[in-house]
């Protein structure tokens, strides 16, 4: 319907566009500032209902956005900073990639805080509020970030997100541990964050602007030198916000937080921000090779690094954790090899089965009553029906088994990757075991065998609320489905509808995607099944070994204790960075400031006390001696004043 | 008689009071002392006088200039009659309480 798009257009979207932020953030004040009256039923009703809003909101959006003829357009809503030469509107960007990650964030999100009410319910009524609050603070930001016109107000939604989850990973605030997670997760986001800010800044000097319109039009005519900078700087920030080496320790303690956060937060649309900036960047990262080349290197080892961690750990979410940050690392990879569209793809369906394992762990925690070490579990199928077979399409899914949605988004990154270098795929091939291993470890010491835990855990074992199995059942059919937007071209020709849907943003400035067409057809499936029969393998075996695992004192060995201790990351990083800068802590405290400043206030009032005892020598009561030094001074003043010069 | 003279004998007479008041320990003598002082400003004073007056009177018949010092004088000789009548009741008193005239005694005020 090309005849439809015109102004008329434009101002219905412009409208509508302003209204998807819009409610969570009446959500958030309605419950931040309601807390202490709003029951919880109402609590949750607005928490639910305005993300839902905008949910509808964003799917009204999304059909005129597919229509044909559909121009990308920016609503300026204000001036947000007009001064001197700067000028920052306040406007929001309303193309394919944005309105993609609208559907992501508000659908996912909807289910979450769904979820989330059931999950929460044993909280009192200002604490579950509270958590509601920030929940819709956080979908705010989200919004924020993803509909921002320029960078600045990208990053406004940057620091929004990190805020929110600073706030809900120590959301339990009461306990240290919780505490201290969330300002790890804080700070090492603040080291990024100082890289996204360096970048902006760079941009404002090299192109007296930082909406996206304009600095894509004048990056081409830019130094290569500027451009590889800012790039990098943009992806340090990045690394920080999606963690990715060497900013990515802080995701597996951000657990700490409630199941659902992680879900939200840490595994569906926060930690993908970071994919999504270096998407929208695409034009200038294109420009920059040599930032290319490290973003695929640090995603592939990240991806390696974290996978062979997740093997060996025994919390639940912990193994989450590092699976989505080598998910994460995936993405990078594809990023980095320019399969834009595939890492975008594998962004909406980690979102679906990442989403869904977190709240099927969720789920399995709840019944536990707050038992996380998977080495305490097992056997739940029996117990939780449709928490088990959710979790194992999730499982699935992450795999990469066809036709779940997983391996649709993960082949097309790897397709790309083996275009780029063979090597890449090789090692991203290995990663995609190590996944299928890990996962279905945790899957078989969970649901399968004997139930380990204790007689009372026994007892209780129950299928959680509806609540939060219809949210488990929805993002399963999506896991399962979701691929089937990007089926590519070996299967059906012109089936890839997320490629055609994205290509307008993705291929803005001329520079063609890495074409998948270099690979024959058949080179291509005979890759694709190689890769599918060593994942089944990988499964089997894992299958094979932890279905019938036994509690025994183990202790690995070698590299299992190095995967164990998750190579000694933390330990190095406290090392170089912790130990360093606590002894120079040590050192000023100690030296500089005990003898060198309170040396000085000291020895003032040690210099004032010693010559007022020595002056007071001088206050003998000799009447005699007073009058001589009188005379004395006399004497010598008058001597002064016979060589005084005027 | 040159106005040297008179400056010289007032210097040697202050002289004479300064080293009384600096060694002698007798109340009664360094009042003495201090009584020397003054008078060698007096002695002072009234030279300079006389010598303006004379300056002037080569030039005026009916000058009064220099007259203001002889004046001072007056001023000064009063007022330290005045200290005096003071000073020695002091001194009596001091007599009456400790015994002796002794200044280094009276170092009481230090603490």
Known sequence: MPARSGPNQV????KLISLVPLFPLLGFLINGLGRKILSKQLISLVGVGTVAASFVVSLLIFFEVRQEGFQPDIVHLFNFIDTGKIHIPFAFQVDQLSILFLL???????????????????????????????????????????????????????EGVGLCSYLLIG?????????????????????????????????????????????????????AMVITGITLLLFLAATGKSAQIPLFTWLPDAMAGPTPVSALIHAATMVTAGIYMVARSHVLFDLAPITQHTIALIGLATALLAATIAIKQNDIKKVLAYSTVSQLGYMFLGLGVGAYTGAIFHVMTHAFFKALLFLGAGSVIH?????????????LKKFMPVTHITFLIGCLAIAGIPPFSGFFSKDEILMGAFVRNPVYYV??????????????????MTFQGQFRGTEKQRNDLHESPSAMTIPLIILAILSFAGGLVGIPEVFARDAHRLEHFLAPVLQMAGVSETSQGHLSHSFELMLMGAT??????????ALKTFSRYERKGESAGGLGRLFENKWYVDELYDAIVNKPLKSLGGFLNGVVEKLGIDGIVNGMGRGVQYAGRQLRLLQSGQVGSYILIMVVATVILFIIQLFWKH | MPVNYYIFLAIALFCIGIAGVLTRRNAIIIFMCIELMLNAVNILLVSFSRMHYLKALAVDKATTAGTEAQLFVFFIMVVAAAEVSVGLAIIVMMYRNIHSVDVNFLNRLKH
């Open chain 1, 171 to 223: 959301f339990w605030f009461k306990n240290d541990a919780f505490n201290d997670a969330a300002k790890k997760a804080f700070v090492m986001n603040r080291i990024g964050d100082l890289g996204f800010l360096l970048a902006v800044f760079w941009m404002f000097s090299q192109f007296g602007s930082a909406g996206f319109t304009e600095v894509f039009a004048q990056g081409p005519q830019a130094p």
């Open chain 1, 104 to 158: 992501i964030i508000t659908g996912v999100g909807t289910l979450i805080h769904l979820y989330s009410t059931a999950y929460m319910h044993e909280e009192a009524a200002p604490h579950f509020a509270r958590y509601f609050a920030y929940l819709n603070l956080f979908v705010f930001s989200m919004l924020l970030l993803v509909l921002g016109a320029n960078y600045v107000i990208m990053f406004i939604g940057w």
């Open chain 1, 427 to 444: 090692l991203g091939v290995a990663g995609a075991l190590m996944t299928a291993f890990y996962m279905f470890r945790l899957y078989a």
């Open chain 1, 532 to 541: 599918v029969l060593l994942i089944l393998g990988a499964i089997f075996l």
């Open chain 1, 367 to 379: 019944a536990m009553h707050h038992e996380q070490d998977i080495r305490n579990m097992g056997g």
């Open chain 1, 11 to 14: 101002i219905v979207m412009s």
